[in-house]
């Protein structure tokens, strides 16, 4: 007979933990769900492992699948009530918008920004996120996306690069482009179990030009990032758009379409990337501002978010700063990629201020 066990005997120990799901993930919510689960088979327990396995802050809690959203509704609602600064169970996520024509102020002078970056996570409709994932899932989702792919024209014209196959010459360049992602090591990827069989139907795609990259089957079953070299944000976003709009309707013509949510948008792994999943990013040289005490209080009052030269958790390099949109959800793409725009013109504004020994005091964002 296997051991038959109640929800209190399994309830997790999160004395000192400090994650978002310790928080909210009660005794008696867990009772509630304890027992769920969607049509793939996920259970709450494999929703909040990583939780369990880090006592940092974090936000603990991935979707094995999409319908991981719905079946534990109770614990996600109250998750990205927090994360997201107020999402209640009756609102919902705008439609998407990725009209270019719409930007006001889009491109800059590239004495102040070096490069624009904007990205997405995208999951194929059918199919368990990479958390729960069988071998078999995930092979037909490379399969499906790849296909796609392969139909792309012009300037989006690429060539796809599974981890398995490709050779030491091509690892080579795509070590050098910045493009290759090796077997990630973060709590999020090791905790949730998304790592398994790797480097199993992974891979990267990018256009020829370098500029429209595709990642496979890492924390999202597809990444999607356009960039580029100077201050040009629209371009970048026009391209972006187009990419996104070509492979949903090559995608649609073979009977496959993206998981996406009335309430929440386009669902993703984290419940921190859904809505648009998307983070709109810039490379600004920042000498003088950046060494103003009141930095970090500008980037926040601007709804931006501040990080390394290199990304998350690394210095900046000669001042220069990625700095993207804060928030993913309650705002569709375009206007997202309007505050960053908005937000980039006042720092560069401020630095120039600062260049010319003048104040900045009238120019200061109130406090979020």
Request: charged share 30%; proline share 5%; net charge neutral.
């Amino acid at each position: 007979m296997p051991f038959e066990y109640t929800a209190k005997q399994n309830f997790p120990d999160y004395k000192d933990h400090k994650c978002m799901v310790a928080r909210h993930l009660t005794p008696e919510m867990y009772e509630r769900l304890f027992k769920k689960k969607t049509v793939n088979g996920v259970t709450v327990d494999k929703c909040i492992q990583p939780s369990v396995d880090n006592s940092g802050r974090i936000i603990g809690l991935v979707a094995g699948d999409p319908e991981s959203y719905d079946e534990f509704k109770e614990l996600f609602d109250a998750v990205i009530n927090e994360k997201h600064g107020g999402f209640s169970p009756s609102d919902k996520h705008p439609a998407p918008d990725l009209d270019s024509t719409k930007l006001v102020g889009g491109k800059f002078d590239e004495k102040y920004v070096k490069s624009c970056r904007i990205r997405t996570g995208r999951s194929v409709k059918g199919f368990a996120l990479p958390p729960s994932i069988t071998r078999a899932e995930r092979r037909e989702v490379e399969r499906i996306v790849v296909e796609a792919l392969s139909g792309l024209s012009g300037d989006l014209a690429g060539k796809y690069y599974p981890l398995t196959k490709m050779t030491k010459e091509e690892e080579s360049q795509l070590i050098a482009d910045h493009f290759l992602f090796q077997k990630p090591t973060g709590h999020l990827m090791v905790n949730s179990g998304a790592v398994r069989d790797w480097p199993d139907a992974r891979g990267i795609w990018h256009n020829n030009e370098k500029t429209f990259l595709i990642w496979l089957n890492e924390e999202d079953q597809v990444r999607i990032i356009s960039m580029q070299k100077g201050g040009d944000v629209t371009a970048t976003f026009e391209r972006f758009g187009r990419g996104l709009k070509e492979i949903e309707g090559l995608m649609k013509k073979k009977g496959h379409e993206w998981s996406w949510s009335e309430r929440l948008g386009f669902l993703c792994t984290c419940p921190s990337n859904i809505g648009t999943g998307m983070r709109a990013s810039v490379h600004i040289q920042l000498h003088k501002l950046s060494k103003d005490p009141r930095f970090e209080d500008i980037i926040l009052g601007l709804r931006l978010q501040k990080r390394g030269t290199a990304g998350e958790h690394t210095e900046a390099v000669d001042d220069i700063y990625d700095i993207s949109n804060r928030a993913r959800l309650k705002k569709s793409e375009r206007e997202f990629v309007q505050l960053l725009i908005d937000g980039i013109h006042k720092l560069i504004d401020m630095e120039k201020r600062l260049e010319e020994g003048k104040s900045i005091d009238d120019l200061i964002p109130p406090k979020p």
